[in-house]
């Protein structure tokens, strides 16, 4: 069975980091590319981030230089460093593969105020 469990989500101002982690239980996080996505109020989920398991990362435009991946084998985890922190960053983050095979866990509100 498949499961992602997101954590590290919080409330912060603008400018601020946060560092979000991914539990990947099962598998596939072995053998598949792990990506970030986020979902806006009112808005589709998109693509932050994604890692192949060779570690080639490909970011968001509006994240790059703010935004790190990384994933951690030996602990099935994935990773986002979010630093410089904006309101528009504010959504719910999830992870799984990449492309999404839909294994959509709770997920972690992020939320930036101005």
């Known amino acids: 069975q498949v499961r992602f469990e997101e954590s590290g989500g919080d409330l912060v101002q603008s400018g601020g980091s946060l560092r979000l982690s991914c539990a990947a239980l099962g598998t596939i996080f072995w053998y598949n590319t792990m990506a970030w996505y986020r979902q806006a109020p009112g808005k589709e989920r998109e693509l932050v981030a994604s890692?192949?398991?060779?570690?080639?990362?490909n970011l968001l435009d509006a994240v790059k230089g703010r935004f790190t991946i990384s994933r951690d084998g030996a602990r099935n985890k994935v990773y986002l460093q979010m630093n410089n922190l904006k309101p528009e960053d504010t959504a719910v983050y999830y992870c799984d593969t990449a492309p999404s095979k839909n294994h959509w866990g709770q997920g972690t509100q992020v939320t930036v105020s101005a």
């Open positions: 890692i192949t398991t060779g570690g080639e990362t």
